[in-house]
């Protein structure tokens, strides 16, 4: 499976932007999907993720209510709407994918993941 990252961009605080994750291969709907985040100097974290059908999400504390995570498995391609940007939202945000053990689990921890996007920036200007 290979990921491909779009929609980063420079915006000023409590804007929004749209990120998309296109995949391609075979049985991407088999896959579990989520977004981290990298900021400069810290580790990185687990921002949302999606079940293979969308039934199951989860997402970090400090983005709940903001950001939405969603999945076109007809288009192969997952999204992350984040709304009322803040500063500290700013980061390169990567998209992820595993085939989980439990296909109706979330999982939060990156290393679980079997591929990976070149992230794409996001920056918030207060």
């Known amino acids: 499976v290979q990921l491909v990252e779009s929609g980063g961009g420079l915006v000023q605080a409590g804007a929004s932007l749209r990120l998309s994750c296109a995949a391609s291969?075979?049985?991407?709907?088999?896959?579990?999907m989520a977004w981290f985040r990298q900021a400069p100097g810290k580790e990185r974290e687990f921002v949302a993720g999606?079940?293979?059908?969308?039934?199951?999400?989860d997402y970090l504390d400090s983005v709940k209510g903001r950001f939405t995570i969603s999945r076109d498995n007809a288009k192969n391609t997952v999204y992350l709407q984040m709304n009322s940007l803040k500063p500290e939202d700013a980061a390169v945000y990567y998209c992820?994918?595993?085939?989980?053990?439990?296909?109706?689990?979330?999982?939060?921890?990156?290393?679980?993941?079997?591929?990976w996007g070149k992230g794409t920036p996001v920056t918030v200007s207060s």
């Open positions: 291969g075979r049985a991407f709907s088999s896959y579990g």
């Open positions: 999606i079940n293979w059908d969308g039934g199951t999400t």
């Open positions: 992820a994918a595993d085939l989980p053990a439990d296909a109706d689990d979330v999982e939060k921890t990156g290393s679980n993941y079997d591929y």
